[in-house]
Structure formats: C-alpha cells, structure tokens
C-alpha cells in the first residue's frame, strides 16, 4: 500500500515516539520532586527538528493541478520575519537545590499529551483519506 510508505508517516511516527520519550522524561521530574539537588530535565524540540530535517530520500515537490480555468492560483504561505521561539525560565529553586516545580511539569505534560492527540487525529484523517481515496470504506 502506498500509504504505508508515506513520508507522513515515518514523520507521525517519529513525532510520537519523541513526544512518549518526552512524557518519560517529564514522569521522572514529577517522581523526583522531593529529591534533593534534584535538576529537572526536558528533551530539546530543535533536537526532533534536526532529526526530521535530515535528508531520507529525495521526494519530488507535489504541484496543485488546475483542472478548471476559475481555480485560483496556489499561494505561499511564510512565516513572519519577526517568529522567535518563546524562552520561560520564571521558576525557582528550592533550598533543597531541587528546581522541580511541579506546575511546570504538569504543564509541559498537557502540552505534550495535546500534541500526542494532534499526531494521532493527523494519523487517523490520513488513513480515511486513502480509505476514500481506495475507496474501500467510510472511514
């Protein structure tokens, strides 16, 4: 099946597996909390981006096609000059030496978990799409 080695999903599924490694990671701040000298820990997002962006194999570039004279041109969408990626080293150190602050750990758990949901209905639409495009199913 064409699907299967689809450059979508080696990326989907690298991108979960990250983010479990990442819950891993976070779990064991939360569960070291109380020890002493204790420094938290997080996986780096640049380090996925560098793994993504190495070359696997060259993938030709996909061109809309235009099958009726009224359709618009395709447009290019460009981030802002401006976009920096957003630093928050607002948290502070216990007496123990322990820098674990359990508010922060909950948060980059929710935000890890929203973005394990996001991978999967991302996975979920992609396979009724072939479904459709096969045409054998629903969905």
């Not at 235009?66 to 607002?90: I, M």
């Amino acid at each position: 099946m064409v699907a299967v080695n689809s450059r979508l999903f080696g990326l989907l599924s690298a991108r979960q597996s990250w983010l479990g490694d990442r819950q891993t990671v976070l779990a064991r701040n939360i569960a070291n909390a109380d020890t002493p000298g204790f420094r938290p820990q997080d996986l780096a997002e640049d380090e996925f981006r560098r793994t993504v962006a190495r070359p696997a194999r060259p993938v030709a570039p996909v061109r809309l096609d235009a099958t009726d004279p009224a359709h618009l041109a395709p447009t290019r969408h460009t981030p802002p000059n401006d976009a920096r990626p957003r630093t928050a080293n607002g948290w502070e150190v216990a007496p123990s030496g322990n820098a674990v602050v359990l508010e922060e750990q909950a948060e980059q758990m929710a935000h890890a978990q929203l973005d394990h949901q996001l991978g999967t209905d991302l996975y979920r639409k992609y396979v009724q799409m072939w479904r459709t495009a096969v045409g054998s199913g629903h969905g």
